[in-house]
């Protein structure tokens, strides 16, 4: 095969999260790699925000962005794996709602795949291990930070997803790494989709009735209508850290910047690599 030929075959691609970074860097890479494939690896338990912002990026790009879906719903994957919600220490949803559905799309041809990954953080995000996909971080070779990443959405006239107004990541509805304060604003927003989350608490909590050990829940250390219980407490705390993030921060910054400062004093762990790009 001539170098050419080999060239043509590959694919390249970036997963779209929904959030700000992986929306900037497909901007960013629009016109560098017009043969580019977006997609999206749908869980069914997205936001509505997200999939509002999905079809507004879709727009700037004038191409669509796939839709990838698992072939087993996020159900099935709690009977297999025995009624376990996952958490930060199983994370049973990103291997088999992300992971294996882009893994099973790329297939075993030669693939590019395009990591949005700033030049300002230290981490790696997911980098598949399939020996015929490269990872290539161009925010990183460009040196391309926060401030940016929020210029290529500005000029593009993209923004920011609405849900930045109380949460700094895109996720499920039900993501076990969302703060205390943004399960108060899920609770606030978006109460139906509060209420499924607690109905898969009681479901755990009704099987594992025998079993005192196993309490599971989304929120690690209590259930979500205890931490609704909280709400006030909760509310306090988070406008004390606004007040504190607000003057660390420099004058005319974005909300998301204040925002997502004082969410970091909370008590959870960095997000899922997959799901919060």
Same mark, same amino acid.
């Given at each position: 095969?001539? /170098?050419?030929?080999? @060239?043509?075959?590959?694919?390249?691609? *970036?997963?779209?999260?929904? &959030? %700000?970074?992986?929306?900037? #860097?497909?901007?960013y890479m629009?016109?560098?790699v017009?043969?580019?494939e977006?997609?999206?690896?749908?869980?069914?338990? /997205?936001?509505?925000? @997200?999939?509002?912002?999905?079809?507004? *990026?879709?727009?700037?790009? &004038? %191409?669509p962005?796939?839709? #990838?879906?698992?072939?087993?719903?996020f159900?099935?994957?709690?009977?297999?794996?025995?009624?376990?919600?996952?958490?930060?220490q199983?994370?049973?949803?990103?291997?088999?709602?992300?992971?294996?559905?882009?893994?099973?799309?790329?297939?075993?041809?030669?693939?590019?795949?395009?990591?949005?990954?700033?030049?300002?953080?230290?981490?790696?995000?997911?980098?598949?291990?399939?020996p015929?996909?490269?990872?290539?971080?161009?925010?990183?070779?460009?040196?391309?930070?926060k401030d940016?990443?929020?210029?290529?959405?500005?000029?593009a006239?993209?923004?920011?997803?609405?849900?930045?107004?109380?949460?700094?990541?895109?996720?499920?509805?039900?993501?076990?790494?969302?703060?205390?304060?943004?399960?108060?604003?899920?609770?606030?927003?978006?109460?139906?989709?509060?209420?499924?989350?607690?109905?898969?608490?009681?479901?755990?909590?009704?099987?594992?009735?025998?079993?005192?050990?196993?309490?599971?829940?989304?929120?690690?250390?209590?259930?979500?209508?205890?931490?609704?219980?909280r709400?006030?407490?909760?509310?306090?705390?988070?406008?004390a850290?606004?007040?504190?993030?607000?003057?660390?921060?420099?004058?005319?910054?974005?909300l998301?910047?204040?925002?997502?400062?004082?969410l970091?004093?909370?008590?959870?762990?960095?997000?899922?690599?997959v799901?919060?790009?």
């Open positions: 095969m001539t /170098e050419s030929e080999n @060239t043509r075959n590959v694919r390249h691609v *970036l997963g779209i999260s929904g &959030g %700000k970074d992986s929306s900037a #860097l497909a901007v629009r016109d560098r017009p043969e580019m977006y997609f999206f690896c749908d869980t069914g338990a /997205e936001l509505p925000e @997200t999939y509002e912002y999905l079809n507004r *990026l879709e727009a700037a790009l &004038g %191409k962005i796939v839709r #990838l879906n698992a072939d087993r719903d159900d099935h994957w709690m009977q297999v794996y025995q009624g376990t919600l996952p958490s930060p199983m994370r049973w949803c990103t291997k088999n709602l992300k992971i294996k559905p882009l893994e099973e799309w790329v297939g075993e041809q030669r693939v590019i795949s395009y990591v949005a990954i700033r030049a300002d953080e230290n981490r790696i995000g997911y980098v598949s291990t399939k015929n996909i490269e990872a290539v971080f161009p925010f990183r070779e460009d040196d391309i930070d940016g990443v929020m210029r290529i959405l500005d000029e006239g993209i923004g920011l997803p609405a849900y930045y107004e109380w949460r700094t990541r895109s996720g499920c509805y039900f993501c076990f790494f969302q703060r205390k304060h943004e399960w108060v604003g899920l609770k606030e927003r978006h109460p139906e989709l509060f209420d499924r989350a607690v109905e898969y608490e009681e479901k755990v909590r009704y099987r594992d009735t025998a079993m005192k050990d196993r309490n599971y829940t989304w929120s690690q250390g209590e259930s979500l209508p205890e931490l609704i219980d709400k006030d407490e909760i509310e306090a705390k988070h406008h850290a606004l007040e504190r993030a607000a003057r660390r921060v420099k004058p005319n910054r974005p998301l910047e204040v925002l997502n400062d004082a970091d004093e909370d008590d959870d762990e960095a997000g899922c690599s799901c919060h790009l």
